[in-house]
């Protein structure tokens, strides 16, 4: 029988959604092991101070890198992120393991209005409407299906962007917000979304819509626990899109969308991938569908088709 500790120490980024996220987190642990108290415990990430791309800062590690640093040190035993805020799998160290993927949540980008206008969707908004976003795979879609709006880099947490966006600030004013609707959701803003964005007009980040708990290699204790709240479906849906992401070497500046779904679940996984040019002039779609019980044998598919179409000329160098 494994040894349960009193207390679980749950590293969390501070941040405006961070701890709503971690605050989950702890209640599903606390509920699946009563006699184990969880104290959360936020710390400042880079990604959240800097307000640069974040390549200036290292990447997506800018907002890994201080809990990666706590677990090593043995400060926190588990760390809560998003899944699209990790690094690639090629990009991180073997110190730190998924031991739970939380149930997906809705993976689509949603559009956001100033505090009291009336409802639109992207058709609606007028040529050179500044819409604000910074994430490379929504820039370069949105260039290529609205090059009559204006892409305004925007980065900072969720609820200051949208505090941004309703005092509609005089010297860099913005007309709308691209945001993850998931994120929305989490800060009980879901109502402020006036478009879902499909899938087939704004493909969906990787790991979109998911939460995963991070431990130290090697803790047993800590897989234990996570196990009980892990969702086996959904960590092999990451799985095989965090492959991919590998498998190209993806990074902060690579502007592609990696998303999978179960088609006859749990008995077979479709992904469809693509990948933009950062201006939007150019991109390669592909997909692919098997079972779900080989997910290496999937994102071995779909690399080949992606290498197949020359994703090559598409990756940053």
């Known amino acids: 029988m494994t040894h349960l500790p009193p207390r679980l120490v749950l590293g969390t980024r501070d941040s405006d959604l961070a701890p709503i996220q971690a605050a989950h987190v702890a209640g599903l642990l606390e509920h699946a092991f009563p006699q184990v ?86 058709d609606d908004l007028p040529a050179g409407s500044v819409l604000g976003t910074s994430a490379p795979r929504r820039i370069a879609q949105l260039r290529t299906r609205y090059p009559h709006l204006t892409i305004q880099p925007v980065r900072g947490n969720l609820l200051p962007r949208l505090a941004r966006l309703d005092a509609g600030e005089s010297d860099n004013p913005l007309d709308a917000l691209v945001v993850s609707y998931a994120g929305l959701c989490r800060v009980s803003q879901a109502d402020r979304a006036t478009q879902l964005i499909p899938a087939l007009v704004l493909a969906p980040a990787t790991g979109a819509g998911m939460l995963v708990v991070e431990q130290r290699s090697g803790d047993t204790i800590a897989a234990h626990l996570l196990d009980a709240i892990n969702d086996p479906a959904t960590a092999r849906l990451l799985a095989v899109e965090r492959g991919v992401l590998a498998q190209l070497k993806g990074n902060c500046q690579t502007a592609c969308s990696v998303h999978a779904h179960y088609t006859e679940k749990p008995h077979r996984i479709r992904v469809d991938a693509a990948v933009f040019h950062p201006l939007g002039c150019d991109a390669i779609h592909v997909a692919a569908t098997g079972p779900a019980d080989d997910p290496g044998g999937l994102v071995e598919n779909i690399t080949q088709l992606l290498h197949g179409e020359g994703v090559e000329r598409l990756l940053p160098r």
């Open 37 to 122: 108290a969880v104290h959360v415990t936020p710390m400042k990430a880079a990604g959240d101070l800097h307000q640069g791309p974040l390549a200036q800062i290292g990447g997506k590690a800018a907002w890994v890198r201080e809990l990666d640093r706590a677990l090593a040190a043995a400060r926190v035993d588990v760390t809560v992120s998003c899944a699209k805020d990790l690094p690639g799998p090629h990009e991180r160290g073997t110190d730190t393991t998924i031991g739970a993927v939380l149930p997906r949540e809705d993976a689509r980008d949603a559009l956001v209005l100033p505090a009291g206008q009336p409802d639109a969707t992207l």
